[in-house]
């Protein structure tokens, strides 16, 4: 096929890519040590390469030929021949964790530069053209988090919006947002961007002791979303996980009978809205956009009525038949919310808040809280991307992969959410990772441009490929072969040529 002239530049992926080191094994696919992988677009051709971080982790494992630094779903133990002073104490070493540095969930922009990012407090700064793993920066330094998403969001002055959680910090747990400033004044040295880093607000977590599990959060115009879901990690557990030869995974409870409480954050006076807006029990990990209209915040996202789909990767579950033996227990669901921010004080109990044209509705109760109940937009979608121009606006479309009840996705999609209509693409054997959408230069439209994907083959014998589609039509426009196995892979992104400075050699 063909590729458009105007696509210049990286498309830089991430994902565990070796579950095995010497004789020891991971036991989830999440744990795998980090392999970064690019596509570079260069005058209508395109050049694969692939390269394991090399963290701390990771030659730290190498170096001893065994698993020595703990995932989240794998616990290492040092060796057993140490004495029982070592031993001990290195149990008391692990009751805060010291996490691991194997950032192989996504890739974040920050100013000039590009960091490979996961869930825990350190992210390694990359170089986009070599692959090559430059320094580990601890966010832990700067700002009180021990976690961090993997999703962070980034506003049109450049600066990159995030959450963290910090734990039992000064006798209280709590969720934080900070920023990290695009540039740095020139006479500051390296890292001096997060030296610059600031809390923006801390929204108190409802439990001291089990702070819910978030991967994403939503911003509009105004404001941040944040949705505290009784998807809980328990610090107790966590602390004695190591003692008690268990994962940190393990640690992590969801409680169906629980309510899933939604804070919004105003960006301005950093303050939250008071009023107590909440839903039902859910799992989420994804947010797809939010945005304001007419005194309503609408967000979608993709959630779940239960965590089976963290524990269908774990490695015993993913054998040969894995698609026709592990069914997911809840589909993944679009909904949308309308949460309506001003409201007529005086309403009744039990009236609908919601006056925009929606199925979804916002409920005041006895107690002044209000209960949201969603619109359902469509089912069977994972992994959404939007056009990012769009992000905390008022949008039409979202390209995802599909999933049915096996986690493994054999489509992508393009919805439109306003009109319900779906696009698909797929061929038989053909596992897609998330879509990416990139604009085309010229664009007028919020579809104009391109969408590309890596798509893995489920028959070693066939080949693995670069998937270039047009996002108005999901018509393919070219593939390139990559001779190589490739891995299916989580989340990246696409640099444009203008915004790499290095040389492109």
């Known amino acids: 096929g063909q590729l458009p002239t105007w696509l210049q530049g990286i498309l830089l992926r991430n994902g565990p890519g070796m579950h095995t080191i010497g004789d020891t094994k991971y036991n989830h696919w999440f744990d795998g040590l980090a392999l ?6 260069k005058n209508g051709e395109v050049y694969y390469r692939s390269k394991y971080l090399r963290s701390d982790t990771y030659n730290c494992n190498i170096e001893a030929n065994r698993i020595v630094v703990s995932e989240f779903g794998t616990m290492a133990y040092p060796d057993p021949c140490k004495n029982i002073f070592a031993k001990a104490f290195s149990y008391l070493s692990h009751a805060i964790p010291e996490f691991t540095d194997n950032c192989l969930i996504n890739i974040m922009r920050a100013g000039d530069d590009f960091y490979a990012t996961s869930e825990t407090n350190f992210i390694r700064k990359i170089n986009p053209q070599t692959l090559e793993t430059l320094e580990k920066v601890d966010y832990s330094k700067y700002v009180a988090v021990n976690m961090a998403t993997s999703h962070p969001h980034y506003d049109s002055d450049g600066n990159v919006l995030n959450m963290g959680n910090s734990i039992v910090d000064k006798g209280k747990t709590k969720y934080i947002l900070f920023k990290i400033p695009p540039s740095v004044p020139e006479k500051e040295k390296k890292n001096s961007r997060f030296k610059n880093m600031e809390v923006m607000c801390s929204i108190p977590s409802r439990s001291l002791l089990h702070p819910s599990y978030y991967h994403s959060f ?9 949705i505290e879901q009784p998807f809980k990690l328990d610090i107790v557990k966590m602390a004695t ?3 008690r030869g268990v994962n940190w995974a393990s640690c992590l409870a969801y409680n169906k009978e629980e309510k899933t409480w939604f804070h919004f954050v105003d960006k301005k006076t950093k303050k ?6 909440y839903t039902n029990a859910m799992v989420l990990f994804h947010h797809i956009n939010a945005y304001e209209e007419d005194g309503h915040i609408i967000f979608d996202i993709i959630a ?9 990767f774990y490695l015993k579950n993913l054998t040969k038949d894995f698609e026709e033996k592990n069914k997911l227990t809840s589909i993944p669901t679009c909904k949308r919310f309308v949460v309506p921010l001003q409201y007529d004080k005086d309403a009744e109990v039990g009236s609908n808040l919601v006056t925009l044209p929606s199925t979804a509705t916002a409920v005041k109760e006895k107690d002044g809280s209000i209960y949201c109940q969603p619109e359902i937009l469509c089912e069977g979608i994972e992994l959404p991307r939007i056009n990012y121009d769009y992000n ?12 049915q009840w096996s986690p493994i996705p054999t489509k992508i999609a393009k919805f439109n959410v306003q009109t319900k209509e779906m696009l698909h693409w797929g061929e038989d054997h053909c596992w897609p990772s998330e879509p990416i959408f990139v604009p085309s ?4 439209e919020e579809d104009d441009g391109i969408v590309l994907t890596c798509v893995v083959m489920s028959d070693p014998k066939e080949a693995p490929f670069l998937l270039v589609l047009d996002a108005k039509t999901f018509k393919e426009l070219g593939r390139a072969t990559v001779d190589v196995a490739m891995h299916l892979d989580l989340h990246g992104m696409f640099i444009p040529e203008k915004d790499l400075k290095f040389d492109t050699e």
């Open 36 to 41: 970064l992988h690019s596509f570079t677009f």
């Open 218 to 226: 939503g911003i509009t115009e105004n404001y941040i979303v944040f």
């Open 241 to 243: 996980a190591y003692m």
């Open 272 to 277: 939250e809205v008071s009023t107590k807006f």
């Open 304 to 312: 779940y009525t239960d965590n089976s789909l963290y524990d269908m």
């Open 392 to 403: 905390g606006k008022k949008y039409k479309y979202v390209f995802a992969t599909e999933v």
């Open 441 to 444: 230069p010229d664009a007028r």
